[in-house]
């Protein structure tokens, strides 16, 4: 795949097209931000230039005054899409550039109002001006009034109501350009993917860890992905679900790699060793131990999980501190208070919950006990393990992983292993 080649934006100089149409992508958090704003700016950008890959045309990107203004030779509702899927930005709105003239102003707004009159006629607008070049002659308040009443006289279609307006035309005059929007699509808002560090998330094949990894990516974290299969005693329906969902996820990120780990083998032997009521709780003992080994390698400075309390039996107090206590990292739990309806909203809303809902073999159900430990203690645990070499456990599990790239181009490296077959085509 080609990059789509970045084009910088126009001199303040240059000439402005008659409704040139751009996109105003306003910041979140990072206007919140103080010395070290430009680093968030400069991580938000760079996601932003990630996300444009492959669109089909040059493009442009502007700085201003906390806002990031798109372009190119690309549809506009193309710009839209990919903008926001960026993570970072609190509203996406798709407008037009004019000349920062009052003539230029005043015609370009009658022509946008008349235009929306036309597909929804008899609705109440009202004008906001925000004025960044203080040496435009009308004050914002001044303007917002002359532009209302150039409407009216023009659009008769439309009239004022500045309460409850219908239609909102905002218009933000600079030095040499003016942006004109009407249309205000909400951001996902949250900190730029990467500015706080790498996690790796444990991707099981259900609603709850993909909706996890996107609340961390929100929070800046770049997510990598562990899935645990229980093959070779299960069919490899579980990995194909995580790779979608990885894939799925990336949408929101520079693609994270997906690592897919054989893990049914070493559930055998924790059965063996006797783990009894204790199976599910020493298997995510293990989980999170290789993973913790992963990060290691992949740079991960913490696991993410899709733990929320109480929601089953492994996921109680007692159950969570035994399984924290095995881990190298920080283990960040994004949904611990959430209830399920919320995390199945959520997925629904970020485009997992599609592939969460077909059916699979969980690895977490392999062997498992008809009733879980609520409360498994610390000393029975060890006792457990210690009949197992761990770390031999630990370096087996991660001498056979399989990695994959899940991206919008489809590609994976290396090829999958036979434990986990390419899917025939339809």
Partial sequence: MTDTPFVPAPRASSPVAPDASCVLLKHGEVFLKGRNRHRFVDRLHDNLRIALRGIGGSTWIKIAQNVTVLGGQVPQEALVERARRVIGFNSVEPAVRVPSTLEEITQAAVRALRDVSTERPGRGFAVRVRRRDKQFPLTSSR??????????????????????????????????????????????????????????????????SPVSAHR????????????????????????????ALARELNRYQPPGRLHVIALGKAQKQLAVAGAGRLQVVAQRRLMVRTSSALAARTGAQALVTGDSLG??????????????????????????????????????????????????????????????????????????????????????????????????????????????PTPEPA
């Fill in 311 to 420: 929601q089953v039996a492994s996921q109680t107090l007692a159950n969570l501190v035994a399984v924290d206590e095995a881990a190298d990292l920080p283990i960040l739990r994004p949904l611990i208070g959430w209830e399920k309806q919320e995390i199945i909203d959520e997925a629904r809303s970020i485009g997992t919950a599609d592939v969460s809902v077909l059916p699979d073999e969980d690895c977490c159900q392999l062997l498992a006990p008809p009733r879980a430990s609520t409360r498994a203690e610390l000393p029975h645990l060890r006792a457990v393990e210690k009949r197992l070499d761990l770390d031999e456990v630990t370096e087996a599990l991660l001498g056979n992983v399989q990695v994959m790239l899940p991206g919008e181009d489809g590609e994976a490296a290396p090829p999958p292993t036979p434990a986990c």
């Fill in 216 to 243: 961390a990516m929100r929070r800046g974290l770049a997510c990598d992905f562990v899935h645990f299969s229980g093959a070779p005693y299960t069919n490899p329906a579980s990995v194909y679900k995580a790779y």
């Fill in 143 to 208: 303007m917002a009034g002359h532009v209302g009443a150039r409407v009216l006289e023009a659009v008769p279609d439309l009239h004022v109501d500045l309460t409850r307006p219908d239609i909102v035309l905002a218009i933000e005059i600079d030095r040499k350009e003016t942006y004109l929007s009407w249309t205000r699509r909400p951001g996902l808002s949250g900190l730029p993917v990467g500015a706080s560090g790498r996690a790796l998330v444990l991707l099981s094949g259900g609603y709850d």
